[in-house]
């Protein structure tokens, strides 16, 4: 394979969420994978809806994730390239004026629909006189401009779904300018890929019919075709479609919550796929795992229980290299012995600053039996003290005491850490040190 240069092209008219980074992540993985290019287009031709805040935000929930783009572009600064590729269609009759307004347009699909007919626009425009448009005109009528499709079957061996194919005579003629001169997403995007030089356009299943429709745009400019793919949808659990405005499930939101990016990643490519849903240590790694042709069918459902899952689990496998930089950020000089210690404890990293404050202190430690609390005090060894120390000095304290299982272990746990669960403590004891130690076991905080 030649190296392939993919795209991504969100509109800034929201926050991105979950759904939109499964399409993020499958094209920036697959140039990781196959060392090609990618591209951030920003879709901004809509102004009305797109704003300024949204368009800031994309590129910061990006980087969140790991996606650097090699190049980025704002379709609101190439309208001239749009401009000429209509104006090429035009000559070429590929383009043709329409006068119907939205409400004539919805009557006649009902119309057609009560006849049994499919609900396609009926080319009436092309019946039109120069007379009869001059006339429409004079009323202050203005045309929106549809792309003449040749009633063919369109194919293509999509990279998910296989060999693929849409009749385009069950579809209409799709509408590339409107009245207003503004464009719609569909020429856009085409003169963009062909201009740009993308080579695979891999997207949401809910493009498969406009695929059909650029294929013959693409061939009317004379372009060259990328390849297609086209994977399946995320969905909430109950399978309802994701949208901006679930805002806990945008990337913010995720990140705000203090959520995993990798984990985001790993959920996002990973549902839905033949490959099992695991945490991963890096990019690369996720990178050698996603397979286009892996993915099902079927809806992927994403469910928001088992992210959180993932994040814990992805927090629980990071070495310190990984994690130094933003202990250090969350104003925690921790090493690794403290972080190889905690980490199985965290559901989220900022859950760190607890253990940090149980090794550090002061805490109030729990004691429950001061006579048994200064016995196990009395035989606490000197130091230094390492892995080793807990299990000795507990078997010293069980012999001295009679205590065992959880009448043993769990006194202690609360008087050095103040708290009944927690990591393993034959970890955190060399982390607090004998003074702490015995401190808090005389019922003092330390």
Not at 144 to 151: I, Q, S, T, V
Not at 321 to 329: F, G, P, Q, T
């Amino acid at each position: 394979m030649t190296a392939p240069f993919v795209r991504t092209a969100p509109s800034p008219t929201g926050y991105l969420h979950i759904g939109n980074a499964r399409s993020i992540m499958f094209n920036w993985l697959f140039a990781m994978r196959h060392g090609g290019r990618f591209l951030l287009r920003y879709d901004d031709t809509d102004k009305a809806r797109s704003k300024p805040e949204f368009a800031a935000a994309i590129p910061e929930d990006l980087a969140w994730l790991g996606v650097r783009p090699d190049d980025s572009i704002k379709q609101s600064e190439r309208l001239a390239l749009y401009d000429e590729a209509a104006a090429r269609l035009r000559a070429a009759g590929r383009l043709y004026p329409c006068y119907e307004s939205a409400d004539e347009l919805d009557r006649r699909r009902k119309r057609q629909l009560a006849r049994g007919l499919p609900p396609i626009y009926d080319r009436a425009a092309l019946k039109l006189t120069a007379a009869e448009r001059a006339a429409l005109e004079a009323e202050g009528r203005k045309p929106h401009w549809r792309f003449l499709l040749d009633w063919e079957e369109i194919g293509w061996n999509d990279l998910v779904r296989g060999p693929s194919h849409v009749d385009c005579a069950s579809l209409s003629d799709p509408v590339l300018v409107r009245e207003d001169g503004t464009y719609p997403y569909t020429l856009p995007s085409v003169v963009d890929d062909v201009d740009m030089g993308i080579t695979h356009v891999i997207r949401g299943e809910d493009h498969v019919t406009n695929t059909a429709v650029q294929i013959q745009i693409i061939q009317a400019l004379g372009g060259a075709l990328p390849i297609f793919g086209h994977h399946n949808l995320l969905t909430t659990a109950s399978g309802e479609g994701l949208s901006k405005r679930l805002g806990h499930l945008s990337l913010r939101g995720l990140r705000e919550a203090g959520v995993e990016p990798l984990a985001v990643a790993a959920l996002a490519v990973l549902t839905g796929t033949s490959d099992a849903v695991r945490p991963v240590a890096s990019l690369d790694e996720l990178a050698g795992l996603v397979e286009l042709a892996h993915v099902s069918r079927a809806p992927a459902k994403f469910d928001e229980h088992e992210l959180e899952a993932l994040s814990a689990r992805t927090l629980h496998h990071f070495g310190f290299a990984a994690v130094a930089d933003r202990l250090a950020a969350l104003g925690i000089p921790a090493t690794e012995p403290f972080w190889l210690a905690v980490r199985g404890n965290l559901a989220r990293l900022s859950d760190v600053a607890e253990w940090w404050q149980v090794v550090e202190g002061p805490i109030t430690p729990k004691i429950a039996d001061p006579a048994f609390a200064a016995a196990a005090g009395a035989l606490l060894p000197e130091e230094p003290f390492d892995q080793s120390t807990w299990k000795s000095w507990t078997q010293a304290v069980a012999a001295a005491t009679g205590a065992k299982g959880k009448a043993l272990f769990m006194p202690l746990r609360q008087a050095l850490t103040g708290r009944d669960h927690g990591p393993e403590l034959a970890a955190l004891l060399p982390l607090i040190g004998r003074e702490k130690a015995l401190k808090r076991l005389a019922g003092e905080p330390a």
